[in-house]
């Protein structure tokens, strides 16, 4: 009996696996996940029912969700579309009746479509993406120097120009909120402590929430004498500016409204008269308790001799109690956001998004790994800007479609 | 009643002086708290308003001094059962203030709630007539009327016009001043004009000259009346003695409470068939009748339904969720059974039952 043969163990786990690892690119896949699919069949689904009954009465609400849904049905049609001739295709290559010319020629057009199908699939899970619930909101950029002591603060100034331009030229409202100069005055060009621009434009938080992290610059610094290059950063933040009039304060019907309460949430409880009531007893209880069931509120109010008085009391103050809490909650996700694109650690040179680099004249973008080499055109604010912002939103894409996928899977199991 | 305990007792002096002499009639502390702090702001007032008076005549006066003493005597007066609305002289009834005085029948909230819901459907109600007319018998405060015609106010397209009838001076000079007080300046918006006060028996025969329809015919008042309302005296003999509170027994006219002097004669039902007989009459479309009990109300929706009306019975909040079936009688609301709602003709489409 021969003993097995020694195998040293990180064999024995190679041979485990699988000699090649099948490499997953999910964008260019053509076939589409089947949660996602399903996803989309049930919005189109949804919005058929919408379409009928827009067409019985105008309801506002229901044309803004018809809005949001129409990209997914185009896209549906359209990878149903390429789907369909694929199959067909198919079919018609693998059917042995068909005759050879004929095969040549569905052999070339499966090419198209297959590229076709592709390119449907794709358009569908981006417009399955769903749009960040701020994206409609103007926004404010938040600008800081970093590690690299006054370049930084050039810097920042120069990046606050750079954000100045794009708006300019974009055509929309700049203001700035606050900026302060490290040596106190408020001269545009020398170094910068903090600035707060003001972006007052819709989609204004959509467009420029990519901007958020460290931008390393490398150059030589004007305050350098020995002509060595540096390398600092500035940290850029972006967040949604929620103005108490963007989310209808005083309209307590509209479900979107933070002080909107549905009445079928709330129970009412009068204090009613002991014993039989009527002419037979005399109270002057008039409390009036609401509690809210989904949150637990409670409310009463027994300060008036009026009940009618006492309920509208109770009622304004729960609502406001209510819009209270859901305001912190709100607040709550937008400075866990702030943490989340500069938390005090993040604020070095490695964790950077962007590289201003003057020896090479270039500018890449460390997420979407994009190089342009028109660096004056960008510290304007140009179109290159544009093209360098572009590829960093269909980065952000591509990553909300990952966890998309990976929700659906988790969902299914 | 259950004895209140000394150390509930004790912590009421301890909070304030005032306190344990409240809580024998309130019961609880909450409430005894919120009576001493209306009471306190009623003596308030008194003393503020002696003090300008002694400002014109130049004399002095110690406020605060005053307004203790005010307070005390109110709260002894409170404390022996007076009801509060008595001492401050005024009741709210739905969104209305109405003014109450001894001998007047305090105006109860659950009367207000069904009034305001009555309104209410109406205020919803389509092809109601251009003139809506309301009869209101054993109008007490006038308290009913002023409210139907406030809460219908909203209703530019119809004219509501009231009419009160009580049978005491007492309280038909109430419910003028009442109206003169509401509808004065239009503060609350009761229109002054469209609301009167007659007086009238409604138990009498119809040959006596202070019989109702005698009085109306009189009046020229008489013919179609669309509405009509009624809290009318209720109570039975065996209720009056065990249910009914010791302060509306002391305090509160027992010829509001019980139908007359001999009420071991029925069970507080005196009044039913005589208004049932005058809605015929005057042709009202709906009949909103408050009742002591579910079995009270039975008893007259039979009665209703035997001249010819649909009946429905309310109970204290007829606008909260409930429903059931007692006796072949639909019962709407939460609590006790309150009002018997008829209708006849046109009165089932108002009312949206129909």
């Known amino acids: 009996m021969t003993p097995a043969p020694w195998i040293c163990r990180s064999c024995l786990l190679h041979i485990s696996r699988p000699l090649f690892r099948r490499l997953i690119r999910l964008q260019s896949t053509e076939s589409i996940s089947p949660g996602l699919l399903a996803r989309a069949r049930s919005i189109a689904i949804e919005h058929k029912q919408l379409t009928d009954k827009l067409a019985n009465g105008f309801d506002s609400k229901a044309a803004k969700k018809l809005g949001e849904y129409s990209p997914v049905i185009r896209a549906l049609q359209d990878w149903d579309k390429a789907n369909e001739s694929v199959s067909e295709l198919t079919s018609l290559i693998h059917d042995s009746t068909t005759d050879p010319e004929l095969r040549e020629l569905a052999a070339d057009d499966l090419e198209a479509s297959r590229s076709q199908l592709i390119n449907a699939s794709q358009s569908l899970t981006t417009s399955l993406i769903p749009v960040h619930p701020f994206a409609h909101l103007p926004c404010l950029i938040e600008i800081r120097p970093g590690a690299g002591g006054s370049e930084a603060s050039i810097f920042a100034a120069d990046l606050l120009r750079m954000y100045q331009g794009f708006c300019n030229r974009n055509n929309y409202r700049a203001t700035l909120l606050k900026f302060e100069y490290t040596n106190g005055t408020q001269e545009s060009g020398i170094p910068l402590t903090e600035a707060i621009l003001e972006i007052d434009a819709p989609n204004a938080y959509g467009m420029l929430r990519s901007e958020a992290g460290v931008h390393r610059v490398q150059r030589v610094p004007v305050t350098e004498s020995k002509g060595r290059v540096h390398t600092s950063a500035v940290s850029v933040l972006v967040l949604p500016s929620i103005q108490e009039n963007t989310l209808g304060e005083e309209n307590f019907d509209d479900p979107e409204s933070d002080y909107y309460v549905d009445p079928k949430e709330v129970r009412v409880d009068i204090m009613r008269a002991r014993g039989a009531g009527g002419q037979h007893v005399n109270t002057t209880d008039s409390a009036v308790r609401l509690t809210h069931i989904p949150t637990n509120t409670v409310v009463s109010i027994q300060d008036s001799r009026s009940q009618p008085k006492n309920r509208e009391k109770a009622w304004r103050l729960l609502r406001s109690r209510l819009a209270q809490a859901r305001r912190e909650k709100r607040e709550e996700e937008v400075v866990a956001m702030r943490r989340s694109v500069v938390g005090v650690a993040k604020m070095g040179r490695g964790d950077k998004v962007r590289t201003y680099n003057w020896g090479q004249q270039r500018v890449t973008d460390h997420r979407s790994g994009m190089t342009v080499h028109d660096l004056d055109d960008v510290m304007e604010g140009g179109e290159t800007l544009d093209k360098i912002m572009e590829s960093v939103r269909s980065w952000l894409i591509e990553k909300d479609v990952e966890t998309l996928i990976a929700e659906n899977a988790a969902a299914k199991q | ?354």
């Open chain 2, 1 to 354: 009643m259950p004895r209140l305990s000394p150390s509930l007792l004790r912590h009421a002096r301890s909070l304030n002086p005032l306190l344990p002499a409240l809580l024998r009639p309130c019961r609880t502390l909450s409430s005894a708290q919120n009576e001493l702090r209306w009471l306190d702001e009623h003596a308030e007032r008194i003393a503020q308003k002696y003090a300008n008076g002694a400002e014109v005549l130049k004399c002095r006066f110690e406020t605060k001094a005053w307004k203790c003493k005010v307070l005390r005597e109110l709260v002894r007066k409170r404390g022996l059962g007076t009801p509060l609305q008595y001492l401050l002289g005024s009741e709210y009834f739905g969104d209305l203030e109405v003014f109450v005085r001894r001998g007047v029948l305090v105006p109860r909230c659950e009367t207000a709630a069904s009034t305001t819901h009555l309104a209410r459907l109406l205020r919803r109600a389509e092809n109601l007539p251009e003139e809506l007319k309301l009869l209101d018998l054993c109008t007490g405060s006038g308290c009913i009327p002023l409210l139907f015609q406030h809460e219908m106010r909203r209703r530019q397209d119809v004219d509501v016009s009231c009419l009160g009838v009580d049978v005491e001076e007492r309280a038909l000079r109430l419910a003028r001043y009442n109206l003169c007080k509401v509808g004065r300046g239009n503060v609350a918006g009761v229109d002054g004009d469209a609301v009167r006060f007659v007086r009238a028996d409604v138990l009498r025969d119809i040959d006596a000259p202070d019989s109702l329809t005698r009085v109306l015919e009189k009046e020229g008042l008489g013919g179609k009346w669309d509405v009509l309302t009624a809290n009318p005296p209720y109570v039975s003999l065996k209720a009056y003695w065990s249910s009914t509170a010791l302060s509306v027994r002391h305090f509160e006219p027992r010829r509001a409470l019980q139908a007359h002097n001999r009420p071991e004669m029925d069970g507080g039902d005196t009044f039913y068939p005589r208004i049932l007989r005058t809605a015929r009459l005057v042709d009202a479309q709906i009949v909103l009748l408050e009742v002591a009990d579910l079995q009270q109300g039975l008893r007259v929706a039979g009665l209703a339904r035997d001249s010819e009306f649909e009946v429905v019975i309310w109970r204290d909040v007829p606008d909260q969720d409930g429903e059931e079936v007692v006796g072949g009688i639909r019962v709407i609301g939460k609590g006790h059974g309150r009002s018997v709602v008829c209708w006849r003709g046109a009165g089932g489409r108002w009312l949206g039952v129909e």
